[in-house]
């Protein structure tokens, strides 16, 4: 079996990451998994995953802090991976949520502001979405579907 050049990357620096000692144990291959879970990102190909989970950085954000304060441009896009959240709306983010979903939908500001109830979060810089954006046409279909549904259109 031979693999695809990024996904024998991939596997390459995975190997090299968990052979270190000390090292952060999640590695690139971990980071795709956690997007793939996620609304909107779960339908993207592998290698649009990767070229997301490339800029993508984990973040611990203790109880009480804000993810995505009300009023503040959208900067990232956050992927749940371990604790809670809630907004000041009433909804509740766990494991496998997307959190900023007004990023997607090109809002100038956040609507509400999330607080973290202690969590470990992916985050996704917009600027790395909108660069795999303009390389990918996945994407942008998917960003269209998921625009379209927020304004209540289904897609087929």
Known sequence: CRLRRPHSALLRDT?????????????????????????????????????????????????????CPAGETPDRIFVMISGRAHSDSGQHFHAGSLVGEAALRMAPSWPGT?????????????????????????????????RMEACGVRSA
């Open 15 to 67: 190997v090299l990451a968990l052979g270190r000692p000390g090292a952060d144990a999640r590695t690139l291959v971990d980071r795709v998994g956690h997007l793939a879970v996620a609304p909107f990102f779960a339908t993207l190909a592998v290698w649009d995953l990767e070229r997301l989970a490339c800029a993508s950085e984990y973040l611990s954000v203790p109880a009480g802090i804000p993810l």
């Open 114 to 146: 999330v607080i973290s109830k202690g969590a470990e979060v992916l985050a996704v810089p917009l600027p790395a979405l909108t660069d795999a954006l303009n390389g990918s046409a996945n994407i942008g279909m998917e960003l269209l579907r998921f």
